[in-house]
């Protein structure tokens, strides 16, 4: 069993050790969490509980600290699931980078390509690289849709990390799905950035595309 702390909230962490080496997620805070080889592994199972557990069920250890305990079946939705990163950009989704609150950026099969927001609206990203905010924390979400028929469903919403400084500079480059290379790893949604989705699906499709939708 592989034993670490997350670096983001000291949340004391299980994995199994088919998993060492890649990266996973904390249950406690949703940052993503690389996990030690097996030889670094060893150094650090003796480590202390130094954060409060929360909700999380607990396990006596070894050393008398008590740790989340995640189960094998439980660590493929929690812990340490290594994410895929999308390598297109698909032709049956729209995409959206928001930060915390608005839509920074946004692309729809549609010929535009990559359009970023400005105070009066949406413009071309690869026209407009000063209007491209070079700094802060993004969130990377890819809607997906499927027709079935006339009729066509939500299938699935999902949330990526866009970190690092200057990132949203790749939306100016040829290759439009160049920017799925900033993208590092999977995380939730927050009630505003759902908001914005279901506004955007709103704004493209009737009103039966809820009918049997996912729950994001």
């Not at 290594?82 to 297109?88: C, H, L, Y």
């Not at 790893?185 to 914005?196: F, G, K, P, S, V």
């Amino acid at each position: 069993m592989i034993r670490t702390t997350c670096p983001h909230c000291n949340e004391r962490l299980k994995a199994p050790d088919h998993l060492a080496g890649k990266k996973g997620r904390c249950p406690a805070c949703a940052a993503a969490v690389p996990l030690p080889e097996a030889n670094e592994n060893r150094s650090l199972q003796g480590i202390k509980n130094s954060s409060p557990l929360g909700e999380f069920p607990e396990q006596e250890s070894a050393d008398g600290s008590k740790a989340p305990t995640i189960t094998q079946d439980q660590n493929a939705q929690a812990v340490a699931v290594e994410f895929k990163r999308p390598e297109i950009l698909r032709r049956n989704c729209h995409y959206m980078i928001c930060n915390s609150r608005e839509v920074v950026a946004r692309w729809d099969d549609d010929g535009k390509g990559w359009m970023v927001q400005i105070k009066d609206g949406f413009v071309k990203a690869i026209q407009n690289p000063k209007q491209i905010p070079t700094m802060g924390n993004y969130i990377f979400i890819e809607i997906e849709v499927t027709k079935e028929g006339a009729h066509q469903r939500l299938t699935g919403v999902q949330g990526f990390t866009l970190p690092g400084t200057f990132v949203l500079n790749k939306l100016t480059k040829k290759n439009e799905s160049t920017i799925l290379e900033g993208i590092d790893a999977m995380t939730e949604l927050n009630d505003r950035q759902r908001a914005l989705v279901k506004q955007r699906i709103n704004a493209n499709y009737l009103p039966n595309i809820w009918d049997d939708a996912i729950d994001f």
